[in-house]
């Protein structure tokens, strides 16, 4: 026989004690969270890594975009691995050619183009049109979709990319994309996020699709 569980202090409670409780707990909540929040002070530009195996990882980059979008911020895209693809947030974004520039300079995954030297080219191309955006301070806002790949098989010297990461104008935002990101990179991201897969309908025979992948 096991112990019936002991109630909540609320379940003891009156409606109207219960709704006092709660103002004067949340009362607490609010001064203890207003107290941390005026402690937080300083506004820069941000180095932002979204990584891991689960899908999301770009997703989320481009809602970063279109909020800075909406913001009058402008805004500059290399897309290292998905040029071949046409995407809906590409074809969306390209009505905004005053704050946007998008650049698709992959020539697809490494094991469609069966083709390192080719791969190789792609990459460091792709990077000058990066360094270029993010020296650039009229851009607020530089993504680098897929560059983790990149790295991953060691097309771009990693090096090179922290180093320019790192000094990076101040108030420029650097989003990051992409699987396996490396810790050299991590180490010197102010915010990292990785992905984890619990579920995905591609292991249940379910092909990428429009709205959802691209």
């Known amino acids: 026989m096991t112990d019936a569980p002991r109630p909540k202090k609320t379940d003891l409670m009156s409606e109207e004690e219960r709704n006092a409780?709660?103002?004067?707990?949340?009362?607490k909540k609010k001064e203890a969270r207003d107290k941390i929040l005026a402690t937080k002070t300083e506004e820069k530009g941000l180095l932002i890594v979204h990584t891991g195996k689960g899908k999301g990882k770009s997703t989320a980059a481009f809602g970063m975009v279109f909020r800075a979008l909406g913001h009058g911020f402008k805004i500059g895209i290399v897309q290292f691995v998905k040029g071949k693809?046409?995407?809906?947030?590409?074809?969306?974004?390209e009505?905004?050619?005053?704050?946007?520039?998008?650049?698709?300079?992959?020539?697809?995954f490494t094991w469609d183009t069966q083709d390192r030297a080719r791969d190789i080219a792609a990459a460091k191309g792709a990077w000058e049109m990066a360094k270029e955006m993010i020296a650039d301070e009229r851009y607020k806002m530089v993504l680098l979709d897929e560059l983790n790949i990149c790295l991953r098989y060691d097309y771009l010297d990693i090096n090179d990319v922290v180093e320019v990461?790192?000094?990076?104008?101040?108030?420029?935002?650097?989003?990051?994309?992409?699987?396996?990101?490396?810790?050299?990179?991590?180490?010197?991201?102010?915010?990292?996020?990785?992905?984890?897969?619990?579920?995905?309908?591609f292991r249940d025979g379910v092909k990428a699709q429009a709205g959802i992948e691209f």
């Not at 693809?85 to 974004?93: A, K």
């Not at 009505?95 to 697809?108: C, L, N, R, Y």
């Not at 990101?181 to 180490?187: G, H, N, P, S, Y």
């Open 165 to 201: 990461l790192k000094n990076k104008p101040r108030d420029t935002h650097v989003i990051v994309t992409g699987r396996n990101a490396k810790d050299e990179l991590i180490e010197i991201a102010d915010l990292v996020t990785e992905m984890t897969m619990i579920k995905h309908p």
């Open 21 to 27: 409780y709660h103002a004067e707990k949340m009362r």
């Open 85 to 93: 693809w046409g995407t809906g947030e590409r074809d969306i974004l």
């Open 95 to 108: 009505e905004f050619p005053d704050q946007v520039t998008i650049k698709a300079m992959g020539e697809g």
